[in-house]
């Protein structure tokens, strides 16, 4: 075992869960078993819960402009650290070195954003009436939980810790069983960054975990990012607890490729929206529609799909059963009659031959009724459906229930705003196969990809961290006004 067992982290400390319980950690780039996840039970989060209670009342009275100073530290401990959390990333999830140094670049930037939070959340103040002022203002809302799915170990964390606790909440993480070391890690820098003990906990584990989470009483906000199937159970169980819930769930992304794309340009973004971080991103294109005949362009696609090497420029899916479940995909699509272009099954890598990789895979003549076209499958997959219209193609990625993202490639500005104004998902791309919102744009899809008011990150956070005060006051008994009592 390559580090030792994961513990949780609560009020500063790294300590053993009380369940005894432990599941292996196993790296997916080559199977070597990295660590052993030590299972919480209901006693550890109620220990979190509890030292995060006991230390919010000085870190929320604590001003802003100080709270974010740890911020400033810890974006310079995130660069000074890239490498390290970068190798972490990768070891634990699979994806390639430079797939994890984007990812850690990505965490300085939300960390960024968080230092700028001052900025944003000044209140309101009118005098409404004579010597009668409204105010507002935006208050934290207590302890607070996030939990998080295994693509991207440490983004995700960082979509919520840096502007939660900004903002004055009290964090209690709960990392993906899968992947829990970069977590681990990142305590370790906030904890370095002078974040006070008690603000930041982790508590590692599975359902058992996330339901204590959803039912506990002094937990007061709960966000989520993980499946579809997983978002709707925790979006449903933490507010049927009166809890604030914001749940993002998976994505089924529909790229529609016109006749006018620049081909080049169109199949180097197709390729690498499909099969960055090996096809395991919410924002990966996974279905595409040629609309017209844009055969040329698929040939191209192909060309640069076999340009992605497994084990080289393509890093490994999560686990063995990630990549069987991939690879029935394709079988089953090969079976119901569509052509499988570039064909990504039965791939062993070189000196790595228990990792789990799935090579770049380029499904044509899909049809719309089969599972390739219809679910997620969360691997470096492309499924092409071709139609004679835009409007069929806009038919089509309007049907299915996702909602996270879409793309088109034209060189036609008009026919870009008709698709932008008529594709049902959140984050739209014109010419841009991953488009992600960058900071301080907010990130969230539509549909069954998210559950709850608001975006997770940019200014659509303050929103779901914190609460508005109103305040009402008067300090002129002189001016006899009594319309207020
Ligand atoms: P997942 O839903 O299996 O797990 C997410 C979290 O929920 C984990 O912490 C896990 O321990 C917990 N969990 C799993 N099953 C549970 C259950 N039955 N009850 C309660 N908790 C449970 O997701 P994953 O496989 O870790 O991540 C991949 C999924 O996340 C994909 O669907 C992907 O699209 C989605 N995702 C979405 C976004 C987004 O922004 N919309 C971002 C990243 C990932």
Same mark, same amino acid.
Request: net charge negative; charged share 20%; aromatic share 6%.
């Given at each position: #075992?390559?580090?030792?067992?994961t513990?949780?982290?609560?009020?500063g400390k790294?300590v053993?869960a009380?369940?005894?319980?432990s #599941?292996?950690?196993?790296?997916?780039v080559n199977?070597?078993?990295l660590?052993k996840?030590?299972l919480s039970?209901?006693?550890?989060?109620?220990d979190?819960?509890?030292?995060?209670k006991?230390?919010?009342?000085a870190w929320s +009275?604590t001003?802003?402009?100080?709270r974010v100073?740890?911020?400033?530290?810890y974006?310079t401990?995130?660069?000074?650290?890239i490498?390290?959390?970068?190798e972490?990333c990768?070891?634990?999830?699979g994806k390639t070195?430079g797939?994890?140094?984007?990812?850690?670049?990505k965490?300085?930037e939300?960390?960024?954003?968080?230092?700028?939070?001052p900025?944003?959340?000044?209140g309101?103040?009118?005098?409404?009436s +004579?010597?009668?002022?409204?105010?507002?203002?935006h208050v934290a809302?207590?302890v607070?939980?996030?939990?998080v799915p295994f693509?991207?170990?440490s983004?995700?964390?960082?979509w919520?810790?840096?502007?939660a606790?900004?903002?004055?909440?009290c964090?209690?993480l709960k990392?993906s069983e899968?992947?829990p070391?970069?977590?681990?890690? $990142?305590?370790?820098?906030?904890?370095?960054?002078?974040l006070?003990?008690?603000?930041?906990?982790?508590v590692?584990?599975?359902?058992?975990?996330v339901?204590?989470?959803?039912?506990h009483?002094e937990i007061e906000?709960v966000s989520f990012?993980?499946?579809t199937k997983?978002?709707?159970i925790?979006y449903?169980?933490a507010?049927?607890?009166?809890k604030?819930c914001?749940a993002?769930g998976?994505a089924?992304?529909?790229?529609?490729?016109?006749p006018?794309?620049?081909?080049?340009?169109?199949?180097?973004?197709?390729?690498?929206?499909?099969?960055?971080c090996?096809?395991?991103?919410?924002?990966?294109?996974s279905?595409?529609?040629?609309?017209?005949?844009?055969d040329? $362009?698929?040939?191209?696609?192909?060309?640069?799909?076999?340009k992605v090497?497994?084990?080289?420029?393509?890093?490994?899916?999560?686990?063995?059963?990630?990549q069987?479940r991939?690879?029935?995909?394709i079988t089953?699509?090969?079976k119901?009659?569509?052509k499988?272009?570039?064909?990504?099954?039965?791939i062993?890598?070189?000196? +790595?031959?228990?990792?789990?990789? !799935?090579g770049p895979?380029v499904?044509?003549y899909?049809?719309?009724?089969?599972s390739?076209?219809?679910?997620?499958?969360f691997?470096p997959?492309?499924?092409?459906?071709?139609t004679?219209?835009?409007?069929?193609?806009?038919a089509?990625?309007?049907?299915n229930?996702?909602?996270n993202?879409?793309?088109?490639f034209t060189?036609?500005?008009g026919?870009?705003?008709?698709?932008?104004?008529?594709?049902?998902a959140g984050m739209?791309g014109?010419?841009?196969? !991953?488009?992600?919102?960058?900071?301080p744009?907010?990130?969230?899809?539509w549909?069954?990809? +998210?559950?709850?008011?608001?975006?997770?990150t940019?200014?659509?956070?303050?929103?779901?961290?914190t609460?508005?005060?109103k305040s009402?006051?008067?300090?002129?008994?002189?001016?006899?006004?009594?319309?207020m009592?």
């Open positions: #075992m390559k580090y030792p067992s513990q949780n982290y609560i009020n790294f053993d009380s369940s005894q319980k #599941m292996d950690v196993i790296s997916p199977g070597e078993q660590s996840l030590q039970n209901a006693k550890d989060l109620n979190a819960v509890s030292a995060a006991a230390v919010f009342p +009275k001003p802003i402009k100080e100073q740890v911020f400033f530290r974006k401990l995130l660069e000074k650290n490498k390290v959390l970068a972490l990768s070891e634990e999830n070195y797939e994890s140094v984007a990812e850690i670049e965490c300085i939300l960390t960024e954003f968080a230092t700028s939070l900025q944003l959340v000044t309101e103040v009118l005098e409404v +004579k010597g009668v002022e409204c105010r507002t203002e809302l207590g607070v939980a996030s939990i693509n991207f170990p983004m995700v964390p960082n919520t810790i840096p502007n606790i900004a903002l004055g909440n964090m209690i990392p899968k992947v070391l970069s977590s681990a890690k $990142i305590a370790l820098l906030l904890k370095e960054a002078g006070p003990d008690g603000v930041f906990n982790i590692n584990g599975g359902i058992e975990i339901e204590a989470i959803c039912d009483p906000a990012v993980g499946s997983v978002a709707k925790v449903q169980r507010t049927s607890n009166y604030r914001l993002l998976g089924k992304n529909h790229l529609m490729v016109l006018d794309a620049m081909p080049a340009m169109t199949a180097q973004n197709v390729a690498a929206s499909m099969s960055g090996a096809g395991q991103r919410c924002m990966a294109a279905a595409m529609i040629g609309v017209g005949n844009v040329h $362009i698929i040939d191209k696609i192909c060309e640069e799909a076999r090497v497994p084990g080289e420029n393509l890093g490994a899916v999560i686990n063995k059963e990630s069987e991939i690879e029935r995909y089953e699509a090969e119901q009659g569509a499988i272009l570039v064909d990504g099954r039965n062993k890598v070189a000196g +790595k031959e228990n990792g789990t990789y !799935v895979t499904i044509d899909v049809t719309p009724e089969m390739v076209a219809q679910e997620e499958i691997g997959v492309i499924s092409i459906m071709r004679n219209t835009v409007d069929e193609a806009l089509i990625e309007n049907k229930p996702y909602g993202a879409a793309s088109v060189q036609n500005g026919m870009a705003r008709y698709i932008i104004d008529r594709a049902s739209i014109v010419n841009v196969g !991953v488009p992600v919102p960058r900071e744009f907010s990130f969230g899809g549909n069954e990809s +998210k559950f709850g008011v608001g975006d997770i940019g200014k659509s956070s303050i929103e779901f961290w609460k508005l005060k009402t006051t008067k300090w002129n008994p002189e001016a006899g006004v009594n319309w009592s």
